[in-house]
Nanobody, 123 residues
C-alpha cells in the first residue's frame, strides 16, 4: 500500500512560481511511474505531466510545456512539479498518483492517489 501526500500549493500572482511536492510512503517509489493531475472547479480532472519509474521519460501536457517540469528523486521517495509562469487557468487542485503500470498513469486509472494541494493564480 502506497500513501501519497502532496504539498506546496499556494495562492500566487500571475507569472509566479511554485514547486509542488509529493512524498510517498509504504513502498519504494523506484518501481512506480508517477504523475501530476489537476481538477478545476466545474471541470474534469486532466493530466498535467507524468514520468516513468526510472525518470528517463516524461510527458507534459501541451498547456504546460515550457512552463512546468516534472521530476523525481527516488532516493527521497519524492515527486516534484516545478511550475513557472503561472496563469489563472492553472488554478486547480493538484493531485499526484502512482502505479507500477505507466499506462494506468497516462489514462488516469492509477491505483494510488494523494489528497491534493490547491493552487490558485490571481491576476
Amino acid at each position: 500500500q502506497v500513501q501519497l501526500v502532496e504539498s506546496g500549493g499556494d495562492s500566487v500572482q500571475v507569472g509566479g512560481s511554485l514547486r509542488l511536492t509529493c512524498v510517498a510512503s509504504g513502498a519504494p517509489l523506484s518501481s512506480y511511474s508517477m504523475g501530476w493531475f489537476r481538477q478545476a472547479p466545474g471541470r474534469g480532472r486532466e493530466v498535467v505531466a507524468y514520468i516513468y519509474a526510472t525518470g528517463i521519460s516524461t510527458y507534459h501536457h501541451d498547456s504546460v510545456k515550457g512552463r512546468f517540469t516534472i521530476s523525481r528523486d527516488n532516493a527521497k521517495n519524492t515527486l516534484y512539479l516545478q511550475m513557472n509562469s503561472l496563469k489563472p487557468e492553472d488554478t486547480a487542485m493538484y493531485y499526484c498518483a502512482a502505479d507500477t503500470d505507466y499506462y494506468r498513469i497516462a489514462t488516469q486509472t492509477a491505483k494510488y492517489w494523494g489528497q491534493g494541494t490547491q493552487v490558485t493564480v490571481s491576476s
